[in-house]
């Protein structure tokens, strides 16, 4: 395995099927390029004459859209720059955490990410979309799906404040699980 010796920069990237790795290599003599999404060699591009640019790829199952920005700051430094579905990586992070809930919590020695898409209502976890049964229920709405044979349930609920909108809550084994922070 080649070492990667032109490594400039590593990030990671939260998306709803999982916590990715994106590292970037370039070359400033031979103006190589090479992009790794965990781990997975995406892009290599040998002796680039033009050492700016930008490199476009897809991250995760959801195939999201993502470029490395490539600027000359000044002489032969570089600033390179994530962008996440067209938004910088901290604008797409700061959306995501108004447009998602995350839960982690471990089942029988096994760890798992949950993740809830507020807009579509997809729930995800550990990178798999889970099937899911919704209804009704006299103070909002309630998802159903199973994870490792353990009912999981979010729950739907109006704060009755309209700044913070709808509260979701998962319930494992009738056990409420705090949100995480990523």
Known sequence: L???TDLVAV???ALSDGVHKIE????TTSGKRVVYVDGKEEIRREWMFKLVGKETFTVGATKTKAAINIDAVSGFAYEYTLEI???SLKKY?????KTTNTWILTLDGTDY??????DTM???CNGQKMETA???????TETHFTVADHSCCIKAVSSGKRKEGIIHTLIVNNREIPEAVE
Do not use: P, Q, T, Y
């Open 113 to 118: 990410r949950i993740v809830l898409e507020k």
């Open 134 to 140: 919704g209804e009704f229920v006299e103070d909002g």
């Open 2 to 4: 080649e070492k990667m």
């Open 93 to 97: 992070m700061e959306n995501r955490l």
């Open 11 to 13: 990030w990671e990237v």
């Open 24 to 27: 970037f290599e370039h070359g």
């Open 122 to 124: 997809d729930v995800w």
């Open 85 to 87: 579905n067209g938004k």
